[in-house]
């Protein structure tokens, strides 16, 4: 037995209509998928199988959240999770993807899930994930306070934190290593 056969949706065996599958996808779930951008969490899917002519519609619902670390902090953040994406399969000779059809071998008539669903809730997380403001790590925000650099041209890079973690704007602060390259681009101006 395959550690992803649970996964496995037999579409030799659904003749007409839809069949309903669902899933819940947890710690255990993740630690089998073995990638690094996602590692624990909790998400519900459900997959709806509907027999076409000569394909099957796969419509995924993803409802619940992710565990995954904050960019300015680095504790564990729950990023919420909620996404619906539809996929067409059909039958074929052998595995592959023809344009937005993924074809599976008539032989096997079986599609396995298990990474379709992680590629989905992969996709549902932003580029940037932050806490909400005050929900960062106190001792971590306040090292970055002390480490962060700064440029005299930069209008948005040229932040710093509040207390409540917001970003605020500091105009007066600026890093001496890059006054002194400042100075040397002036100069050959």
């Known amino acids: 037995m395959s550690k992803f056969e649970l996964y496995n949706v037999v579409l030799k065996d659904i003749t007409t209509g839809t069949s309903v599958f ?9 630690k089998k998928i073995d990638s ?3 590692q624990r969490g909790n998400v519900n899917a459900k997959v ?7 394909t099957f519609e796969l419509q995924f619902v993803l409802d619940g959240y992710v565990l995954i670390p904050c960019d300015r902090c680095l504790d564990d953040m729950k990023q919420p999770i909620s996404y619906k994406e539809k996929l067409l399969v059909k039958f074929g000779t052998k595995f592959s993807e023809e344009n937005d059809i993924v074809v599976v071998p008539e032989s096997e ?7 379709f669903l992680y590629e989905f809730i992969v996709l549902n997380i932003p580029l940037k994930h932050v806490h909400a403001p005050g929900e960062c790590n106190k001792t971590m925000v306040s090292k970055l ?7 005299k041209d930069d209008d948005e890079n ?5 207390d409540d973690d917001d970003v605020v704007e500091d105009d007066n602060q600026i890093d001496p ?10 100069n050959n101006n």
């Open 109 to 115: 008539g079986t599609i396995n899930i298990a990474w």
């Open 36 to 38: 690094p951008e996602v």
């Open 48 to 54: 709806t199988v509907r027999k076409k002519i000569e």
């Open 22 to 30: 669902e899933y819940d996808l947890d710690d255990v779930y993740f």
């Open 145 to 151: 306070k002390r480490h962060i650099a700064r440029s």
């Open 177 to 186: 290593r890059w006054e002194g390259l400042q100075n040397i681009i002036d």
């Open 158 to 162: 040229d932040m710093d934190f509040d």
